[in-house]
């Protein structure tokens, strides 16, 4: 069902480019790479920003992935034309979930505090130049796969500075990697636990979009999570499209599309 959502255009995906390549010579694509030192993560921290104009969208890599991952795989491209007419900027930083969520040397809760770590990286570090550079204190946070649980915990996490969640083929629900262990550092970092007890009001401003498909192998989290959408009456669309796998061509589908009705 859509709540409150128009639906504007519905773009192709394009086929994806190698890492630094660069973009078509009659795209107006301005591509940014930035590094520093993080405080945060005390490590190097690597970030690429496509755009001149727009909103922010703050797009997060599937697990473990880079902060080029979104390039290489096409994403970027399928959402050219909105780049292209200073319609976003879209901000790409990589992940630390081989530190966090996917480090099984780790306890449970040390994993849940690395992400937390994480989180306030991309608040600390990545927000502030996304407000400095674009002059707007809102972003819409967005991902594919385990990027989708990175879109929702930060975005529910601060729905002050997020005014849209967008997750393809998301998880919500983190609980698989927690070995059955549960504190108060997981549960804040658990879309599926502390939504349900948030009211903070700014969470009712928010647009979300759940984007999923019947094969989809997170098809059922993202029931569940627009169950919790729809009890706590949050404007949301959970999107059902069609039997395609749990893979880059159906988000390279979703996102223009879900980008096109904000």
Not at 47 to 70: I, K, Q
Not at 153 to 168: K, L, Q, Y
Not at 234 to 250: S, T, Y
């Amino acid at each position: 069902m859509i709540v409150g959502f128009e639906v504007f255009v519905s773009l192709e995906g394009r086929s994806g480019s190698r890492k630094f390549k660069s973009l078509p010579v009659n795209s107006k694509v301005k591509e940014a790479y930035h590094n520093w030192y993080s405080p945060t993560l005390q490590e190097e921290a690597e970030l690429l920003v496509f755009g001149y104009a727009g909103r922010p969208v703050l797009l997060f890599a599937t697990s473990m992935g880079r902060y080029y991952e979104a390039k290489d795989r096409g994403l970027i491209h399928s959402v050219e034309w909105f780049i292209d007419n200073g319609d976003i900027t879209v901000y790409c930083p990589g992940n630390i979930d081989h530190k966090a969520w996917y480090n099984k040397s780790l306890h449970p809760a040390d994993r849940a505090r690395q992400q937390q770590r994480y989180d306030q990286f991309i608040l600390e570090e990545v927000y502030s130049r996304v407000t400095a550079e674009t002059g707007r204190q809102q972003m819409i946070t967005a991902g594919c796969s385990f990027g989708g649980y990175h879109a929702a915990n930060f975005g529910f996490r601060h729905p002050d500075i997020t005014e849209a969640v967008i997750s393809m083929s998301g998880i919500f629900d983190i609980s698989s990697h927690t070995d059955g262990f549960e504190c108060d550092e997981i549960y804040f970092n658990n879309p599926m636990a502390f939504l349900r007890d948030d009211n903070r009001p700014e969470l009712w401003q928010q647009r979300v979009i759940l984007g999923t498909t019947w094969t989809d192998i997170c098809l059922e989290q993202n029931q569940r999570m627009a169950g919790i959408l729809e009890q706590k009456k949050m404007l949301h669309w959970l999107d059902i499209r069609g039997d395609q796998p749990h893979d880059w061509p159906v988000w390279k589908q979703m996102f223009p599309h879900y980008i096109s009705t904000l």
